[in-house]
């Protein structure tokens, strides 16, 4: 890793473990010493439980089946992917440990304990918290909105660097969009060797994607206002010799 430039309008951690559980893809579970990935087989309820899909004649459906009633009995995994093809592309780690029950032909998992893991470090989320969370308003539309970013608008990212402290750039090789939200944009620097994140807040959260818009033109305004950063420039007059 790298440095990490500060910042304060950002998701909690509630919001933010509901936010990898609504948009991953696919969950890891492990059960009775056994590892096994389901790919597009889960879905959410509103209050965070999760809901999965196997066959009726699934070692899983059988073990949760046999289980005590409401012992843990499983813990289940989620990855939280960088759209945009960055160094060190997971974000972070959702960890639910609880028990599974058979549903209306499903099995309907309930947490007891809820763990977030970032580059930051690990957070026991309280289970209340978690429940009544939501997942931010813009988390199903993020890897649309920055892969068009990185592949259709690679100027602007360079415009936006200009927000950035000059010392977080130096010896920066690329600089790419890793996260959105809708309280602001989060940077990826990569350089040879490490890679660290700097955020750019928005001036006022957005609950869509037409005010993510209004924000990010706001930035670039913004940006567009500031010289750029001695760092970034040594780095482009290097790369033109």
Same mark, same amino acid.
């Given at each position: 890793m790298g440095?990490?430039?500060?910042?304060?309008?950002?998701?909690?951690?509630?919001?933010?473990?509901?936010?990898?559980l609504a948009t991953a893809w696919s969950c890891a579970v492990t059960a009775d010493g056994a590892r096994e990935e389901y790919v597009g087989a889960h879905?959410?309820? $509103?209050?965070?439980? @999760?809901?999965?899909?196997?066959?009726?004649?699934?070692?899983?459906?059988? /073990?949760?089946v046999c &289980? %005590?009633?409401?012992?843990?009995?499983?813990?289940?995994?989620?990855? $939280?992917?960088?759209? @945009?093809?960055v160094r060190g592309r997971i974000r972070a780690r959702l960890y639910l /440990?609880?028990?599974? &029950? %058979?549903?209306?032909?499903?099995?309907?998992?309930?947490?007891?304990?809820?763990v977030l893991r970032q580059s930051s470090g690990a957070v026991v989320i309280d289970l209340d918290d978690f429940a009544a969370a939501r997942p931010d308003p813009l988390a199903g539309a993020e890897a649309r909105l920055l892969t068009h970013l990185a592949d259709a608008h690679p100027d602007a990212v360079e415009r936006l660097?200009?927000?950035?402290?000059?010392?977080?750039?130096?010896?920066?090789?690329?600089?790419?969009?890793l996260a959105v939200d809708r309280h602001g944009l989060t940077l990826r620097i990569e350089r040879t060797r490490a890679h660290?994140?700097?955020?750019?807040?928005?001036?006022?959260?957005?609950d869509d994607v037409a005010q993510l818009t209004e924000r990010m033109h706001a930035l670039l305004a913004?940006?567009?206002?500031?010289?750029?950063?001695?760092?970034?420039?040594?780095?482009?007059?290097?790369?033109?010799?």
């Open positions: 440095d990490t430039q500060d910042w304060t309008a950002a998701p909690g951690a509630a919001e933010r473990a509901r936010s990898v879905t959410v309820t $509103d209050d965070g439980a @999760v809901r999965l899909e196997v066959p009726d004649d699934s070692t899983l459906f059988t /073990a949760a &289980a %005590p009633r409401q012992e843990p009995s499983a813990v289940l995994e989620f990855a $939280d992917v960088a759209p @945009v093809p /440990a609880g028990w599974f &029950a %058979p549903d209306r032909g499903t099995l309907l998992f309930r947490p007891t304990r809820v660097t200009r927000l950035v402290r000059p010392e977080s750039l130096h010896a920066a090789t690329r600089v790419l969009p660290g994140d700097v955020r750019l807040s928005f001036h006022a959260p957005a913004q940006a567009g206002a500031t010289t750029c950063p001695r760092a970034l420039q040594r780095q482009r007059a290097d790369g033109d010799g």
